[in-house]
C-alpha cells in the first residue's frame, strides 16, 4: 500500500506561519513522526527537526535564554520538536520561543497527554493548538483502497486494527506478532514510567479485565475486588489509559427519568487489534464469539476518528433503562440527539426500544450495518 495522508495533515499545514504551536499527540507509533516529517517536506520555507530524545538536544535547550533559542533556530520559520514530551519544563521552553521568535511555528510530537498537554499547559495557555492522531481511519485508508477491497479487508480491520505499520506486513501471524510486541514494548511504555505507578502487574490486568468487559457496563468495584486493589485506584488507572489513548469512556444518558440508568459507563478501545493484543485473540470472526463487540468497538472508534477530524464537538452516550432496553450509542451535538444500534449482519428490522422512543420521540434512530457503516463512518 502506498503512503497514507493522513486527514491532520491539511488542518495543521493551514495553521503555520500563524506564531503557534501545533501539538501532535497520541499513542506510540500512531504515526506522529511520519506526519510530522509529511508537513516538513511540503514546507516551502526553512524548518529545523529536533528529536527531544536525543541527549545533545536535551542538553542544548537547557540553556533557557532568547538568545540561545535563536541561535538554535536560526533562519527556520517551523521547529519540528518530536518526543517533546521527553523535556524538562517543555511549556517554559516552548513558551520563551514562541514568545520572542515572532515569525516561528513550533510542531511538537507526544505520545501521552499527560506528558506533553500537562507540561506544555498552563504556560501556553492561548499560544497552544492540539490535535489527537488516532491509529488510522477507514477514511484516510480508503484513499488507498477500491471498495471491493474495502470490503474484502473489513474481517481483517476488526480483527487486526488499523495501526499503520501493520499495512506493511503480509500475513495475519506477522500482524499478530506486531501487535502484542507494540502491546508489550510500547503501549504501556508512558504509564509504567509515570512516576506515580507503583503496582505496573495492577494496570496490565486492569486492562486485560478491560479487554474482556469491552462494550459491557463496568463496575469499579468489582475491578477493585477482582485486582485486589481500591476502587480509586481503579478510576485512577483507567483515568491513565484513557490520557495515554489506549481507551475511552462512555457514558449512561439519562434526563432523570424514571428507570433510565445514568451512572455507569461503558469502556471502548480506540483500535481493535489492540484490544485483541490484550487478550491475545486473532481467531477469525468465523470461530469467535465476539463479533458483535468487535463490531461495535470498530465503528464508535472510526466515528469519533471521523467526527474529530471533520472538526465536530459531538459527545458519546449509550442509552440503557432498568428494564433492560438499551441503545448502544447516542450522538448529541449542538443540541440534537441521534441513536445508533449496531448489527454486523441484522437478521430482521431493528426497532427502537420502545420505553426510548417515548420518552425521546423526536430522536432519528438509524441502524448501522455492513450494508450502510462505509457511508456513516465517512468512507468513500
Not at 520561543?97 to 511555528?105: S, Y
Not at 490484550?278 to 463487540?293: A, C, Q, V
Request: hydrophobic share 40%; net charge positive; aromatic share 12%.
Amino acid at each position: 500500500m502506498q503512503f497514507i495522508k493522513r486527514e491532520l495533515e491539511k488542518q495543521i499545514s493551514g495553521l503555520l506561519g500563524k506564531n503557534k504551536v501545533l501539538l501532535i499527540v497520541g499513542t506510540r507509533r500512531v504515526g506522529k513522526t511520519i506526519l510530522a516529517n509529511s508537513i516538513k517536506n511540503a514546507y516551502v520555507k526553512e524548518a529545523l527537526v529536533l528529536n527531544a530524545e536525543d541527549f545533545d538536544v536535551q542538553e542544548m535547550l537547557k540553556n533557557r535564554t532568547v538568545a540561545n533559542y535563536k541561535r538554535i533556530v536560526g533562519k527556520a520559520t517551523l521547529l519540528i520538536i518530536d518526543e517533546a514530551q521527553v523535556l524538562q519544563n517543555a511549556g517554559q521552553i516552548l513558551k520563551l520561543m514562541i514568545d520572542n521568535i515572532p515569525d516561528l511555528t513550533i510542531l511538537a510530537t507526544g505520545s501521552s497527554s499527560f506528558d506533553l498537554a500537562n507540561k506544555t499547559g498552563d504556560p501556553l495557555t492561548g499560544r497552544q493548538i492540539q490535535f489527537l492522531l488516532y491509529p488510522l481511519s477507514q477514511k484516510e485508508i480508503g484513499t488507498q483502497e477500491t471498495f471491493l477491497e474495502t470490503t474484502q479487508n473489513l474481517e481483517e480491520r476488526l480483527i487486526f486494527g488499523s495501526y499503520p505499520e501493520l499495512f506493511q506486513l503480509s500475513t495475519f501471524q506477522e500482524k499478530s506478532i506486531y501487535l502484542q510486541q507494540l502491546v508489550q514494548s510500547y503501549l504501556l511504555k508512558d504509564i509504567l514510567a509515570y512516576e506515580g505507578i507503583r503496582q505496573s502487574d495492577k494496570i496490565v490486568k486492569l486492562l486485560r479485565l478491560i479487554a474482556f468487559q469491552c462494550g459491557n457496563e463496568v463496575s469499579y468495584t468489582e475491578l477493585a475486588r477482582q485486582l485486589g486493589i481500591s476502587k480509586n485506584t481503579v478510576e485512577h488507572y483507567l483515568d491513565l489509559l484513557a490520557k495515554v489513548f489506549i481507551v475511552y469512556k462512555v457514558g449512561a444518558y439519562s434526563t432523570n427519568l424514571r428507570k433510565e440508568v445514568s451512572k455507569t459507563s461503558k469502556w471502548f478501545f480506540y483500535d481493535n487489534g489492540i484490544r485483541n493484543a490484550i487478550i491475545n485473540d486473532f481467531k477469525l470472526l468465523s470461530i469467535r464469539k465476539d463479533t458483535g463487540l468487535l463490531w461495535e468497538n470498530y465503528l464508535i472508534a472510526e466515528r469519533i476518528k471521523r467526527n474529530a477530524y471533520d472538526g465536530k464537538n459531538v459527545q458519546y452516550f449509550f442509552w440503557r433503562n432498568y428494564n433492560q432496553q438499551e441503545v448502544d450509542m447516542i450522538e448529541f451535538e449542538n443540541g440534537q440527539l441521534t441513536a445508533y444500534e449496531f448489527k454486523y449482519s441484522p437478521t430482521k428490522k431493528v426497532k427502537l426500544p420502545a420505553a426510548f422512543a417515548s420518552a425521546y420521540n423526536d430522536v432519528p434512530y438509524q441502524v448501522i450495518s455492513k450494508d450502510n457503516y462505509l457511508d456513516w463512518i465517512g468512507s468513500k
